[in-house]
């Protein structure tokens, strides 16, 4: 047995994200999307967030051009633009908890996710900081991942997993993950291990060193 909260990274995609939302549905399961700003930007998008929203969904904010870590900026208005743009995107859709995840250049858990003033921006505004421990690539290997998935899950407790709603061919596999998650004695969360919760509602509760760059900043914001 082990515990298991799927996500999604990068919609919404249309021709995806419907699928995607489908199969939750039936097998009655409850995630987070991670969507990126600028792609609410478009109507027919919108309407697949407000659609996973209403069928129990989180809604995350996961940048707003997905481009370059926030780690890496040098851009003292970085947080502003990134996170604050596409939080206002998400709108009415938000999470009481304000869930960010940051963009790790690649799954990397190192110091290009964050960097002070970002984290600064973070606590000022309440949002609560979700990271990962399971990330299968489904992006590299889109035919291979759930091989990959199904063994990061039997290696711990609770596993925290990224997956990516875009037209690579991944999600084609969604559904017989499940299936084979489901087997192999798999519960299902909607909630985030702990762990994997380093700031929540804008406090520090982990110790967060490990995810923040040096990099200096003309301005402090």
């Not at 995806?16 to 998008?45: A, C, M, N």
């Not at 481009?67 to 947080?79: F, I, N, W, Y």
């Not at 600064?120 to 992006?139: C, E, F, M, Q, T």
């Amino acid at each position: 047995m082990f515990d298991l909260t799927l996500t999604f990274d990068n919609g919404p995609e249309p021709g995806v994200t419907p699928r995607v939302l489908d199969t939750l549905r039936e097998r009655g399961i409850e995630t987070t999307f991670f969507v990126i700003g600028e792609k609410l930007g478009d109507p027919e998008r919108r309407r697949l967030a407000a659609r996973a929203h209403d069928e129990g969904h989180w809604i995350g904010n996961h940048t707003f051009t997905h481009t370059v870590p926030l780690g890496q900026l040098s851009d003292p208005e970085a947080a502003r633009h990134e996170i604050g743009r596409t939080q206002d995107a998400i709108g009415d859709l938000a999470h009481a908890e304000r869930w960010f995840r940051p963009f790790g250049g690649g799954g990397n858990l190192d110091q290009r996710l964050l960097k002070p003033s970002v984290v600064g921006y973070l606590a000022r505004n309440k949002h609560s900081v979700v990271l990962w421990n399971a990330i299968p690539r489904d992006w590299d290997d889109p035919d291979g991942w759930a091989d990959r998935a199904i063994e990061q899950c039997r290696s711990q407790p609770w596993s925290l997993m990224v997956l990516h709603d875009l037209p690579s061919g991944a999600m084609d596999h969604l559904e017989g993950f499940i299936d084979r998650a489901e087997k192999a004695g798999a519960r299902f969360h909607q909630d985030f291990p702990p762990g994997c919760v380093p700031i929540r509602s804008g406090e520090i509760v982990l110790p967060i060193q490990p995810y923040v760059s040096n990099i200096e900043e003309s301005v402090t914001p």
